[in-house]
């Protein structure tokens, strides 16, 4: 076999395995479970005193690693205002927030522009209220200019695109860039 498709092949299953820090990422969450379950089992203890007991002791160990910052506590709240905010940008690692099984990702943004520029090759740049920063990577037109307070959907489109529907007009697809 050349030494050319070789290296592609390598190459290939060296992007589908997964990264060190994703595996950690899911260790550190089997870590965090194993340790609620572990404070939940002491209700299957049939005498009083044994399962006060059980349960002091699993909630010692547990407020030590809150405190540690091994484990977080975060509400549904949360996670959903993190997965908004990262709406647009490449996962950094922290698969709670990108995990689907775990209540689904984000669909779409609806936001407001801050301000809207042309670039050198007249594609549009815009700045979101909520401090994104998005760019145009197709070629179609805005019908009327987009200014300060105009309303914005971006939805998920095909292969992890982003489209962008500025004030109620046709769709344009773009980047998040910040």
Known sequence: MPARPLLHLVSAF??????????????????????????LACRKIATSADRLACVDRELDRLSARIDSGS????????????????????????AIFANEANGGTVKEVRGAIASASTDASGKWVFSLQDGSRWHQIDDYTIGSAPRAGTTVLITRAALNSFKMSVGGQPAIRVRRTG
């Not at 990264?19 to 194993?34: E, G, H, I, T, V």
């Not at 977080?72 to 905010?85: G, I, L, N």
Request: aromatic share 2%; hydrophobic share 45%.
């Open 71 to 94: 484990i977080a506590v975060v509400d549904k709240a949360q996670v959903e205002r993190q997965r908004r905010e990262q709406f647009g940008l490449a996962p950094r690692g922290s």
């Open 14 to 39: 060296a992007l589908l395995a997964p990264s060190p820090a994703l595996a950690a990422d899911r260790r550190a969450a089997a870590d965090q479970s194993q340790a609620i379950d572990t404070l």
